[in-house]
């Protein structure tokens, strides 16, 4: 299992409406500090929708409420996309969500209609269809061959995800799909333009949909069909995150997020830097190693101990709008409040900060300590301002959704280079997650 299909929550919650469901069990210890609005200098204003190239294995990148503005949290690229081959024939696509709990570019089809992208057939010589599944809804579409290009990198002649945008949807959403989740089919949904997965796995399936028939991903779509029926694929067809294709900066990425004040901010500028330890900007440096298995069950997950409760489905996710995770020591907000959805620790008066203490141990069986820091987000939503939508302390139950995982979503990125090593990383060994204060 791939994060991508089973975990990640890469369409981020709307404001009101987070991913997950209600709380769970466990006994909360943490710290409480009732503390004033941060007064160092605010970061840069973000110029969402830019393409701002700063090298040639990085650019800026924003956080901000998505191109609706009714989101929260939502880390945004432009991507230009071409036509196998071509210079000419491209399109450059702004806010794009960067995920690093995912693998692979998928894109609306109205975003794309004018390159005429040609399809991915699969050993039945049909187009392939693909459900792609996250924690809160599936997307649909077909895949296609695409030129990636992002600041001077380019993945050249891979498999993209087309998500069917067009009304009615042709092939129409397998059951077998939309079984797995509410279909998502439109950028207000998405809260994005497409998703940009730069997580930790090559393939968004890998070899569980290589041999026999997986859970349903990828799809046999004959032409003018009315339906798709489940197929396997090769690996050289499958969805591929795009960093593995450049030809250098190819093993991972680095998002370095600065730190905004703890009531919240419009949005900010960010950097997402591809490669680690491939040149002077991606350095890892002496930052802590957090492995993570590549393979069974467990693949992708670490473990998070919170509260002496352990939280063995962990995981870093740039496309989680909030921590999310299950402890009857911390309140939810009230049914009737505005934030109805989230937690709502300490005062809905004043902001009261509650640091959690979190000790986070990957497969190497090494340990670091870290800290989420939340607020009652009662008390961030009713004194904020229409236009805040980034948040470094906002925090939802996640329910049944994901039982046993403590998500450390973008609230965790503020302040920090966050590094996201591919499975086939040697420098060090792949997949792995580490992070330092910027």
Same mark, same amino acid.
């Given at each position: ?47 969402? /929708? ?41 399109t ?26 040609? =399809?991915?057939?699969?050993g039945?010589?049909?187009?392939? /269809? &693909?459900? @792609?599944? *996250?924690?809160?809804g599936?997307?649909w ?9 992002v600041a ?28 797995? @989740? %509410?279909? &998502? ?22 070899? /569980?949909?290589?041999?026999?028939l ?12 009315? %339906? ?15 960093v ?20 919240g ?36 997950? *670490? ?16 496309g ?6 299950? !402890? ?14 989230y ?10 900060l ?8 990957g ?6 300590a ?10 961030? *939503? ?9 948040f ?7 329910? !049944? ?9 973008v609230?965790? *990125? ?10 086939t990383? %040697?420098?060090?060994? @792949? =997949? ?7």
């Amino acid at each position: 299992m791939r994060m991508m299909k089973w975990v990640a929550c890469a369409v981020v919650a709307v404001l009101l409406n987070a991913c997950g469901g209600g709380g769970g069990g466990g006994s909360s210890s943490k710290s409480t500090t009732t503390t004033p609005p941060v007064t160092t200098s605010n970061p840069t204003p973000a110029t969402c /929708g830019a393409t701002v190239v700063n090298s040639t294995n990085s650019q800026t990148i924003c956080v901000s409420g998505g191109p609706t503005g009714n989101f929260t949290n939502v880390v945004l690229i432009s991507v230009t996309v071409c036509l196998p081959g071509s210079t000419t024939t491209c399109t450059t696509i702004p806010n794009i969500q960067v995920d690093t709990g995912s693998s692979g570019l998928r894109i609306f089809a109205s975003q794309v209609a004018s390159l005429g992208l040609q =399809p991915v057939l699969d050993g039945n010589n049909n187009p392939v /269809g &693909e459900c @792609g599944a *996250f924690a809160d809804g599936i997307v649909w579409g077909e895949l296609a061959r695409a030129d990636v290009k992002v600041a001077g990198e380019v993945a050249s002649n891979i498999p993209v995800q087309v998500i069917l945008d067009n009304s009615p949807t042709t092939p129409s959403v397998p059951t077998d799909c939309s079984n797995q @989740g %509410t279909p &998502e089919q439109t950028v207000a949904a998405v809260g994005a333009n497409g998703i940009l997965g730069v997580g930790l796995f090559v393939q968004d399936c890998g070899q /569980g949909c290589v041999g026999t028939l997986p859970a349903a991903q990828y799809f046999d779509c004959p032409t003018n069909a009315a %339906t798709c029926t489940p197929v396997t694929l090769a690996l050289a067809n499958q969805v591929i995150n795009p960093v593995s294709a450049f030809a250098v900066d190819n093993n991972g990425v680095i998002l370095e997020v600065p730190a905004i004040p703890n009531t919240g901010y419009p949005s900010v500028n960010a950097t997402i830097v591809f490669g680690i330890n491939t040149q002077t900007n991606n350095q890892l440096g002496a930052t802590s190693v957090i492995n993570v298995p590549d393979t069974g069950t467990s693949a992708g997950f *670490f473990n998070v101990t919170y509260a002496g409760a352990a939280y063995p489905e962990s995981f870093l996710d740039s496309g989680s709008s909030v921590y999310f995770f299950n !402890s009857a020591g911390i309140p939810s907000c009230p049914s009737s409040s505005v934030a109805s959805a989230y937690l709502c620790p300490g005062s809905s008066a004043a902001l009261s900060l509650e640091d959690l203490a979190l000790t986070v141990t990957g497969s190497a069986g090494n340990s670091i300590a870290a800290t989420a820091q939340i607020a009652n987000a009662t008390y961030l *939503f009713n004194t904020s301002s229409s236009n805040i939508a980034v948040f470094n302390d906002l925090a939802a139950p996640a329910g !049944s959704t994901l039982p046993d995982a403590f998500d450390i979503g973008v609230p965790f *990125f503020f302040g920090k280079n966050v590094y996201t090593g591919l499975e086939t990383n %040697t420098t060090p060994a @792949g =997949p792995f997650f580490a992070w330092t204060a910027n």
